[in-house]
């Protein structure tokens, strides 16, 4: 089934979210809500950084990384 065309997602939640510390990075699944999706759009996502980054700074790169790979051209 073909998703309806999108310009942007309406809500973003952190799914899954582990520190991977052997290859220092995080990795997780960003879930997309939008009108017309029966189910949420996931993308995984892997983002390099130390355990010490602020909420703020991960959520921000998380969310990025997977609209870069997964939603950019929706």
């Known amino acids: 089934m073909e998703a ?3 310009h942007h997602a309406t809500a973003t939640r ?3 979210l582990i520190y ?3 290859h220092r990075r995080f990795e ?3 879930e ?3 009108p017309g999706l029966v ?3 996931r993308v995984p ?3 390099d950084a130390a355990p010490g980054i602020s909420h703020r700074q ?3 790169a998380l969310t990025r990384e997977a609209q870069r790979r997964g939603i950019g051209g929706l």
Do not use: C, G, Q, W
Request: aromatic share 8%; net charge positive.
């Open 4 to 6: 309806p065309p999108m």
């Open 14 to 16: 952190i799914a899954r």
């Open 20 to 22: 991977n510390a052997a």
């Open 28 to 30: 997780a699944v960003v």
């Open 32 to 34: 997309f809500f939008t």
């Open 39 to 41: 189910e949420p759009l």
């Open 45 to 47: 996502v892997r983002v």
């Open 58 to 60: 991960l959520t921000r």
